[in-house]
């Protein structure tokens, strides 16, 4: 319909001027461009609040309990599904707000390049407490894992045209083989 691309280069100026092809250029009148802005802080807002809810559990935890350790894996797997959205952003928009709490008064755009490098921190902070299986291996499949969240961190370090897959420290430890 009028409001998906076909492919064709005829179809939908704005949306073949949106992205990276043309440098960033948002065809505000378009309704999707709006949408995809708004869905993707509602996952980083709603990322933020779990994350929130997760820390509170974890003090009425044991550190280094099962029960820790999952707590860990949780958050990592949260942690991840909110620098994917950081993801689709950049890629989509270039620079973005960084939204790292939801009581956050300050929005000040970011550029891609420390959107890309924040993301990298976040993800080498918790690569280590995830679990290391494939997301059809886990309790709930589908959920997101170390590989995972290595394969989203790689896409990071493309984006920086970082291309030094040794140098970095995002799943260093237990990796069999090069990147």
């Known amino acids: 319909d009028d409001d998906m691309t076909s492919g064709r280069d005829n179809d939908q100026q704005d949306l073949l001027r949106f992205g990276y092809r043309g440098g960033y250029q948002c065809p505000n009148s378009y309704w999707g461009v709006n949408n995809a802005w708004i869905n993707a802080y509602e996952i980083i807002r709603g990322c933020n609040s779990t994350l929130e809810a997760l820390d509170k559990y974890?003090?009425?935890?044991?550190?280094?309990?099962?029960?820790?350790?999952?707590?860990?894996?949780?958050?990592?797997?949260?942690?991840?599904?909110?620098?994917?959205?950081?993801?689709?952003?950049?890629?989509?928009?270039?620079?973005?707000?960084?939204?790292?709490?939801?009581?956050?008064?300050?929005?000040?755009?970011?550029?891609?390049?420390?959107?890309?490098?924040?993301?990298?921190?976040?993800?080498?902070?918790?690569?280590?407490?995830?679990?290391?299986?494939?997301?059809?291996?886990?309790?709930?499949?589908?959920?997101?894992?170390?590989?995972?969240a290595e394969a989203l961190a790689a896409r990071f370090a493309l984006l920086l045209e970082d291309y030094r897959s040794e140098e970095r420290r995002v799943g260093k430890e237990g990796r069999s083989g090069g990147a």
Not at 95 to 119: G, K, M, P, W
Request: glycine share 4%.
């Open 58 to 148: 974890a003090e009425y935890i044991e550190t280094g309990s099962a029960d820790y350790a999952k707590y860990l894996s949780y958050r990592g797997e949260v942690v991840t599904i909110s620098m994917w959205a950081y993801y689709m952003m950049s890629t989509s928009f270039g620079a973005c707000v960084l939204l790292t709490d939801n009581n956050q008064t300050r929005f000040v755009r970011s550029t891609r390049e420390h959107v890309c490098e924040y993301a990298l921190e976040q993800l080498e902070a918790v690569i280590p407490d995830m679990l290391r299986m494939r997301p059809n291996q886990m309790e709930h499949p589908g959920a997101f894992t170390a590989f995972s």
